[in-house]
């Protein structure tokens, strides 16, 4: 059984930075989502066991995600933040193969969300 803790949200001036961590997890496709009020929810960042990593476009050159293999822990850097980035963000698991961990449209496995407001 996998469980997924995410920390690190939280309040930001555009422009900041803020990194959030998810532990407990490491499987083939790790991925960070956000959701907005009203949106639908958003593939940002997926990592594949190999390393490999993918972006949204929306985030492409702001944000890197991460996996430390000895902690079991996936992170997402967010830099040059903006109010559009606003969301509740949450991470996600699934041992499954997928030619792309970014477009995979199930994940087995997600954590309960930590928030990340951007103010201007």
């Known amino acids: 059984q996998v469980q997924l803790v995410e920390s690190g949200g939280g309040s930001v001036q555009s422009g900041g930075s803020l990194r959030l961590s998810c532990g407990g997890v490491?499987?083939?496709?790790m991925a960070w989502f956000r959701q907005a009020p009203g949106k639908e929810h958003e593939a940002v960042a997926a990592?594949?066991?190999?390393?490999?990593?993918s972006y949204a476009d929306s985030v492409k050159g702001r944000f890197t995600i991460s996996h430390d293999n000895a902690k079991n822990t996936l992170y997402l850097q967010m830099n040059s933040l903006k109010p559009e980035d606003t969301a509740m963000y949450y991470c996600?698991?699934?041992?499954?193969?997928?030619?792309?961990?970014?477009?995979?449209?199930?994940?087995?496995?997600r954590g309960q969300g930590t928030q990340v407001t951007v103010s201007s």
């Open positions: 990592i594949q066991s190999d390393g490999s990593t």
């Open positions: 996600a698991a699934d041992y499954g193969w997928n030619p792309s961990c970014l477009n995979k449209r199930t994940y087995t496995y």
């Open positions: 490491k499987t083939y496709c």
